[in-house]
Nanobody
């Protein structure tokens, strides 16, 4: 069974940067698309970004395009989400997930415990 562990969240001022990391174990990493979704208090879960398995195609929410960059290291079984120009509306708990059938927001086989990102204005 897959296990995903996120790290790298924290508190940052608007305009700042954070880098989230997701370490994946228990599955064949190369077979899975890996992505991030977030959930803020009182709001619905929102898919943020995803990177495909072998081909490495990336997909991002319109509101984070040009600010967030997702990448994967198949040798280390990790996925990173670089977040620049952060805004207060990016504040949420960010979860890493894995899905065997590509980047389809809302479809997850496994996900982590989440890491808090807070952006102050």
């Amino acid at each position: 069974e897959g296990q995903l562990v996120e790290s790298g969240g924290g508190l940052v001022q608007a305009g700042g940067s954070l880098r989230l990391s997701c370490s994946v174990s228990g599955v064949t990493f190369d077979d899975y698309a890996i992505g991030w979704f977030r959930q803020a208090p009182g709001k619905e879960r929102e898919g943020v970004s995803c990177i495909g398995s072998s081909e490495g195609s990336t997909y991002s929410l319109d509101s984070v395009k040009g600010r967030f960059t997702i990448s994967r290291d198949n040798a280390e079984n990790t996925v990173s989400l670089r977040m620049d120009s952060l805004k207060p509306e990016d504040t949420a708990v960010y979860y890493c997930y894995a899905y065997a059938y590509g980047c389809r927001y809302g479809e997850y086989d496994y996900w982590g415990q989440g890491t808090q990102v807070a952006v102050s204005s």
